[in-house]
C-alpha cells in the first residue's frame, strides 16, 4: 500500500461516496485523508462512515486519517414576502435586525454583530459576491447602503464583510456539538472555519485539550493579515481558495496562496490547497487542462496536501477524480525541475534552532550524498516525522511510531508512510528494526543505505537528537 508519491491527497466523502465500496475504491485510487464536511450530513452520518474507515484500516493495515471539518458561522439575509427580489445598480438597500420579511427597499439580517462591526464606506457582499453594497450610514440595529453591483437576491443567501473583524467566535453552538461529535468518534484532525485572528485557534485548541490536531481554514483577509501568528499556533493550514476568492478580488488569491504554502514550510506545518481543484469533474470524466494545471502549481510551490470536494463528494465521477489528482501530483514529482524547484524555495536553518532542527538539516545533507533509499523516523507525538518533512529530503519519510493516533495524524504529511509499530528499546536495536522495516514496506533492499533519525531516550517526545546510517 506504499504511495508511489509524497504530496498528499485528501478527498471529501458525501452522497456520491458514502457506501463502503466506493470508499475502499477512493482509498486505492490514492486517498490519503478523508474529509467528512459537517456543513452536510446529520450525526447518524458521520458515524456510519467513521466506522467505514476504520473498517478499511483494519483491512489494508495502513493509517487513514480522518479530518472533521467544522461548518464554522453562517452569515445570511432573511426571508423576502414575494420571493427573490432585484437589486439595480445605484439603488438604496437597507439591511436590519427586523425579522418580517424583505421586499426590493429591504431585508433582515438576523446578525447585530455584523452591525457593530460596520462603518460608513465598508463593503457587504451578497451570495458570494455576486451582489456589492457600501454602506453609506449605520447603528447597532440597522444599515443604510448603497447598491454598487447590482442582480437577483433571494432569501438565506450569504453575506460577507470583507476588512472587517467581526466580534464572533469561529465556533457556533452547531460546531461545539460537532466538535464533541467528531472527538468522540477519534477525528484526527479538526478543520476550524472563519479564523480571523490567532485567539480563534486558542480558543479551539482550549476546547479540543490534545485530543485531535487543528487545521486552521484560512479563507479571510484579516487572517492572511496575521498570518504567521496563525500558522504558529496551527498544526496544519488549509488554503480554502472559494471564500478567499469571494472576499478579496480574484487576481490576488494565487499570490496569497504562494504566500500561505511558503509560511507554512517555512514553520514545517502540514498545508493543504483546496477548493475547486479538479471542478469540472463533478459533472465531466476529465478536467480541463487549467484544472490540471492548477493541482501541479500546488504541488510545484511544495504542498503537503490537494483537496477534493464537490468532485468525489457528490459528483459522477469520484474515483476518476481521485485518479486523476494522483496522476498529476506523480507527473509533476518525476519532473527533474520539481526537485529544483523545492530546493530553491527550501529554508535554511536560522542559526539558534534546536536540536532537533540540526538533525533533520543534517539528514537532508546526508541523504543527499549518500543517495539513500529511505529515512526512517522514530517517532512518539509525530514531532520528528513533520521536522523530517519541513526539509523536502530527496528519499521517503518512513516514520515508525508506537502511537496510532500520530500514524493517522502523519497520513497528511508530505513524503510521510507511516507506520504503527512498537518503539525501539537501543540504538542497536533502533538500527535493526529500521532495515528490516524499511525492505518488508518497499523502501530499501540488500545493500542500500538508509538514514535513521530518533530521540534519546527512547519514547520521549520532543527529544530528536541522534542520527544513524546503517546498510539493510
Given at each position: 500500500?506504499?504511495?508511489t508519491?509524497n504530496?498528499?491527497?485528501?478527498?471529501?466523502?458525501?452522497?456520491?461516496?458514502?457506501?463502503?465500496?466506493?470508499?475502499?475504491?477512493?482509498?486505492?485510487?490514492?486517498?490519503?485523508?478523508f474529509?467528512?464536511?459537517f456543513s452536510h450530513g446529520?450525526a447518524?452520518?458521520h458515524?456510519?462512515?467513521?466506522?467505514i474507515?476504520?473498517?478499511?484500516?483494519?483491512?489494508t493495515?495502513?493509517?487513514?486519517g480522518?479530518?472533521?471539518d467544522l461548518q464554522?458561522?453562517?452569515?445570511?439575509?432573511?426571508?423576502?414576502?414575494d420571493g427573490?427580489?432585484?437589486?439595480a445598480?445605484?439603488q438604496a438597500?437597507?439591511l436590519?435586525l427586523?425579522?418580517a420579511?424583505?421586499?426590493?427597499?429591504?431585508?433582515?439580517?438576523?446578525?447585530?454583530?455584523?452591525?457593530a462591526?460596520?462603518?460608513?464606506?465598508?463593503?457587504?457582499?451578497?451570495?458570494?459576491g455576486?451582489?456589492?453594497?457600501?454602506?453609506e450610514?449605520?447603528?447597532?440595529e440597522?444599515?443604510?447602503?448603497?447598491?454598487?453591483v447590482?442582480?437577483?437576491?433571494?432569501?438565506?443567501?450569504?453575506?460577507?464583510?470583507p476588512?472587517?473583524?467581526?466580534?464572533?467566535?469561529a465556533?457556533?453552538?452547531?460546531?461545539?456539538?460537532?466538535?464533541a461529535?467528531?472527538l468522540e468518534?477519534?477525528a484526527d484532525?479538526i478543520?476550524?472555519?472563519?479564523?480571523?485572528r490567532?485567539?480563534?485557534?486558542?480558543?479551539?485548541?482550549?476546547?479540543?485539550?490534545?485530543?485531535?490536531?487543528?487545521?486552521s481554514?484560512?479563507?479571510?483577509?484579516s487572517a492572511?493579515?496575521r498570518?504567521?501568528?496563525?500558522?504558529?499556533?496551527?498544526?496544519?493550514?488549509m488554503?480554502?481558495r472559494?471564500?478567499?476568492?469571494?472576499?478579496?478580488?480574484?487576481?490576488?488569491v494565487p499570490?496569497?496562496?504562494?504566500?500561505i504554502?511558503?509560511?507554512?514550510?517555512?514553520?514545517?506545518?502540514p498545508?493543504?490547497?483546496?477548493?475547486?481543484m479538479?471542478?469540472s469533474?463533478?459533472?465531466?470524466?476529465?478536467?480541463?487542462r487549467?484544472?490540471?494545471s492548477?493541482?501541479a502549481?500546488?504541488?510545484?510551490?511544495?504542498?503537503d496536501?490537494v483537496?477534493?470536494?464537490?468532485?468525489?463528494?457528490s459528483?459522477?465521477?469520484p474515483v476518476?477524480?481521485v485518479?486523476?489528482?494522483n496522476?498529476?501530483?506523480?507527473?509533476?514529482e518525476a519532473?527533474?525541475?520539481?526537485?529544483?524547484?523545492?530546493d530553491?524555495s527550501?529554508?535554511?536553518?536560522?542559526?539558534?534552532g534546536d536540536?532537533?532542527e540540526?538533525v533533520c538539516?543534517?539528514m537532508?545533507r546526508?541523504v543527499?550524498?549518500?543517495q539513500?533509499?529511505?529515512?526512517?523516523?522514530?517517532?512518539s507525538?509525530?514531532?520528528?516525522?513533520?521536522?523530517a518533512a519541513?526539509?523536502?529530503?530527496?528519499s521517503?519519510?518512513l516514520?515508525?511510531?508506537?502511537?496510532?493516533?500520530?500514524?493517522r495524524?502523519l497520513?497528511?504529511?508530505?513524503?510521510?508512510?507511516?507506520?504503527h509499530?512498537?518503539?525501539a528499546?537501543?540504538?542497536?536495536?533502533?538500527?535493526?528494526?529500521a532495515?528490516e522495516?524499511?525492505?518488508?514496506e518497499?523502501?530499501a533492499?540488500?545493500?542500500q543505505?538508509?538514514?535513521a533519525?530518533?530521540?534519546?531516550?527512547f519514547?520521549?517526545p520532543?527529544?530528536t537528537n541522534?542520527?544513524?546510517i546503517?546498510?539493510?
Amino acid at each position: 500500500m506504499r504511495r508511489t508519491r509524497n504530496a498528499k491527497i485528501v478527498a471529501t466523502l458525501g452522497p456520491a461516496s458514502s457506501d463502503r465500496d466506493t470508499v475502499r475504491r477512493l482509498f486505492l485510487a490514492g486517498v490519503d485523508v478523508f474529509r467528512l464536511n459537517f456543513s452536510h450530513g446529520s450525526a447518524d452520518d458521520h458515524r456510519a462512515r467513521f466506522a467505514i474507515l476504520r473498517d478499511l484500516e483494519q483491512e489494508t493495515g495502513r493509517p487513514i486519517g480522518i479530518l472533521a471539518d467544522l461548518q464554522g458561522p453562517k452569515l445570511r439575509v432573511g426571508t423576502f414576502a414575494d420571493g427573490p427580489v432585484m437589486l439595480a445598480e445605484g439603488q438604496a438597500f437597507r439591511l436590519d435586525l427586523d425579522t418580517a420579511p424583505g421586499d426590493v427597499r429591504r431585508a433582515g439580517l438576523p446578525h447585530p454583530e455584523i452591525f457593530a462591526a460596520l462603518v460608513p464606506g465598508a463593503e457587504l457582499l451578497l451570495d458570494d459576491g455576486r451582489l456589492r453594497l457600501v454602506v453609506e450610514r449605520c447603528g447597532p440595529e440597522f444599515a443604510e447602503t448603497r447598491v454598487v453591483v447590482g442582480g437577483k437576491l433571494s432569501e438565506r443567501k450569504g453575506v460577507n464583510v470583507p476588512g472587517v473583524v467581526l466580534p464572533i467566535t469561529a465556533l457556533t453552538a452547531k460546531d461545539r456539538r460537532d466538535l464533541a461529535l467528531a472527538l468522540e468518534l477519534g477525528a484526527d484532525w479538526i478543520a476550524l472555519s472563519f479564523v480571523q485572528r490567532p485567539e480563534d485557534v486558542a480558543e479551539a485548541r482550549a476546547l479540543i485539550a490534545g485530543r485531535a490536531a487543528i487545521v486552521s481554514k484560512l479563507e479571510k483577509p484579516s487572517a492572511v493579515e496575521r498570518l504567521d501568528e496563525i500558522v504558529e499556533l496551527s498544526d496544519a493550514v488549509m488554503v480554502a481558495r472559494g471564500d478567499l476568492g469571494v472576499e478579496l478580488p480574484a487576481e490576488r488569491v494565487p499570490g496569497i496562496q504562494k504566500r500561505i504554502v511558503r509560511a507554512c514550510r517555512h514553520l514545517g506545518r502540514p498545508v493543504i490547497v483546496a477548493t475547486q481543484m479538479l471542478e469540472s469533474m463533478v459533472e465531466a470524466p476529465v478536467p480541463t487542462r487549467a484544472e490540471a494545471s492548477d493541482v501541479a502549481t500546488a504541488i510545484y510551490d511544495g504542498a503537503d496536501a490537494v483537496m477534493l470536494s464537490a468532485e468525489s463528494a457528490s459528483g459522477k465521477h469520484p474515483v476518476e477524480a481521485v485518479d486523476m489528482m494522483n496522476r498529476i501530483v506523480q507527473q509533476v514529482e518525476a519532473d527533474p525541475l520539481y526537485r529544483q524547484l523545492i530546493d530553491a524555495s527550501h529554508s535554511a536553518a536560522r542559526p539558534g534552532g534546536d536540536v532537533a532542527e540540526a538533525v533533520c538539516c543534517a539528514m537532508r545533507r546526508a541523504v543527499s550524498l549518500l543517495q539513500a533509499s529511505a529515512i526512517v523516523c522514530y517517532t512518539s507525538s509525530g514531532h520528528t516525522s513533520l521536522r523530517a518533512a519541513r526539509e523536502r529530503p530527496e528519499s521517503p519519510i518512513l516514520s515508525l511510531t508506537p502511537s496510532l493516533a500520530a500514524a493517522r495524524r502523519l497520513a497528511l504529511a508530505w513524503g510521510v508512510h507511516s507506520v504503527h509499530t512498537e518503539d525501539a528499546a537501543d540504538v542497536g536495536q533502533m538500527s535493526e528494526i529500521a532495515c528490516e522495516i524499511s525492505r518488508r514496506e518497499g523502501f530499501a533492499r540488500s545493500g542500500q543505505m538508509i538514514v535513521a533519525i530518533a530521540g534519546v531516550p527512547f519514547g520521549t517526545p520532543g527529544t530528536t537528537n541522534l542520527m544513524r546510517i546503517a546498510t539493510v
